[in-house]
Antibody, heavy 121, light 110 residues
Framework: QLQLQESGPRLVKPSETLSLTCSVS??????????WAWIRQPPGKGLEWIGS???????YYNPSLKSRVTISADTSKNHFSLELYSVAAADTAVYYC?????????????WGQGTLVTVSS | QPVLTQPPSVSAAPRQKVTISCSGS????????VSWYQQLPGTAPKLLIY???KRPSGIPDRFSGSKSGTSATLGITGLQTGDEADYYC???????????FGTGTKVTVL
């Protein structure tokens, strides 16, 4: 069974960079069948897709965040990472990593448990 | 302005049926496949339906999905207390070039 686990600092200061890693077990991020995604959820609010990466490094991002986001994949460590620059209080959220499949449409079949990242001084 | 609109809440008694609507537009639902996710309190979302009406392995057939035009619908029959959760639709938006989620619907079992 595929498992994903987010890790990284839980507290980030305003204007600094949020960095998270998603470790994947029970499967390889080098699979040609999937992208790997980051999704966030502010406390008490809905879900927002941040972006996705293919194992070869191809990426696509939510245009609303594109100028502040980098997502990368490290096949040697079987993990992928998120960097969100110049964060503000509005970036406080539970950050999830997920496996993105695309049978006919895109979908997120496996999710990490999520990690709450708070932006505060 | 939300791209995909859902009712904030729906409720029904145990063993009854509920439906949750997801309203979009020609740039998303009408021309792309829809997924549905269940989020139990304090947990990560779980894929319930993909490609409009397909269920992943392990999802009971009490859950069903359909799509017509710019709207999609999730149906839950034989409602159980364990179904109390938030439900989100999601799909690709070709105009935004982004995956978008619905506003979410809270299901309450009376």
């Amino acid at each position: 069974q595929l498992q994903l686990q987010e890790s990284g600092p839980r507290l980030v200061k305003p204007s600094e960079t949020l960095s998270l890693t998603c470790s994947v077990s029970g499967g390889s991020i080098s699979s040609t069948s999937y992208f790997w995604a980051w999704i966030r959820q502010p406390p008490g609010k809905g879900l927002e897709w941040i972006g996705s990466v293919y194992y070869r490094g191809n990426t696509y991002y939510n245009p609303s965040l594109k100028s502040r986001v980098t997502i990368s994949a490290d096949t040697s460590k079987n993990h992928f990472s998120l960097e969100l620059y110049s964060v503000a209080a509005a970036d406080t959220a539970v950050y999830y990593c997920a496996q993105e499949g695309y049978s006919q449409g895109r979908n997120f079949a496996f999710w990490g448990q999520g990690t709450l990242v708070t932006v505060s001084s | 302005q939300p791209v995909l609109t859902q009712p904030p809440s729906v409720s029904a008694a145990p063993r009854q049926k509920v439906t949750i609507s997801c309203s979009g537009s020609s740039s998303n639902i009408a021309n792309n496949f829809v997924s549905w996710y269940q989020q139990l309190p304090g947990t990560a979302p779980k894929l319930l339906i993909y490609d409009n009406n397909k269920r992943p392995s392990g999802i009971p057939d009490r859950f069903s999905g359909s799509k017509s035009g710019t709207s999609a619908t999730l149906g839950i029959t034989g409602l159980q207390t364990g179904d109390e959760a938030d439900y989100y639709c999601g799909t690709w938006d070709s105009s935004l070039s982004a995956y978008v989620f619905g506003t979410g619907t809270k299901v309450t079992v009376l």
